[in-house]
């Protein structure tokens, strides 16, 4: 069965600094990914996916997520984080055909000045 | 553009007591889905239609009835509101099989609560 971890509940950066949040993944074919985030009281937002191709992937808002297979990873990263990042953030696992996606439990990212 | 609405956005219910949660989407998706939320256990998928008059369980289906009477709209029903359904639901949709455009639309949740 597919499944998605997300390895850190709460992470605390510093405005400006750079950010990586874990995710790894389990799945028994060729998996699709991505990134969603949610801010307070809003519904989930698509940062980023990956199908196939680049490793390396770009999304909105300053973010990229890079597709590790031999680890199982997709893992997403900022180079500087501004405030308005602070949210939670979901990675998730599907199958095209299959058309349903398994989410981590989410990381909470908290942006301190 | 409206994407996918859902209504109402917060509600009460006594134990016992029944009550719809309705999804509306104008995007002319194929494939609708009912999630819920809990704090530290992300997003569960409840139920979810590949298409009008279809529906299929996901992981955590007791407790919960859907239609799909039409394309556009998807119903989540509660019969008999437990104290464990207290939680947030998101609706989502996402278009069949084109990986360019697939990837789930949410909508902004609706927070219910049991007491």
């Known amino acids: 069965a597919q499944s998605v971890t997300q390895p850190d509940i709460h992470i605390t950066v510093s405005e400006g600094a750079s950010l990586e949040l874990r995710c790894n993944y389990s799945y028994g074919a060729t998996p699709y990914l991505f990134w969603y985030v949610q801010s307070p009281g809003q519904g989930l937002q698509l940062l980023l996916k990956y199908f196939s191709g680049d490793t390396l992937v770009q999304g909105i808002k300053g973010f990229e997520a890079e597709f590790k297979r031999s680890q199982s990873s997709f893992n997403l990263r900022k180079p500087s984080v501004h405030w308005s990042d602070a949210a939670e953030y979901f990675c998730?696992?599907?199958?095209?055909?299959?058309?349903?996606?398994?989410f981590g439990a989410g990381t909470i990212l908290r942006v301190k000045s | 553009n409206a994407g996918v609405t859902q209504t109402p956005k917060f509600r009460v219910l006594k134990t016992g007591q029944s009550m719809t949660l309705l999804c509306a989407q104008d995007m002319n998706h194929e494939y609708m889905y009912w999630y819920r939320q809990d704090p530290g256990m992300g997003l569960r998928l409840i139920h979810y239609s590949v298409g009008e008059g279809t529906t299929a369980k996901g992981e955590v289906p007791d407790g919960y009835n859907v239609s799909r009477l039409k394309k556009q709209n998807f119903l989540l029903g509660l019969e008999s509101a437990a104290p464990s359904q207290t939680s947030v639901y998101f609706c989502?949709?996402?278009?069949?099989?084109?990986?360019?455009?697939?990837?789930?639309?949410f909508g902004s949740g609706t927070r219910l609560t049991v007491v």
């Open positions: 989502a949709s996402s278009p069949p099989r084109d990986r360019d455009s697939y990837g789930y639309t």
């Open positions: 998730a696992v599907g199958a095209l055909y299959g058309n349903k996606l398994v």
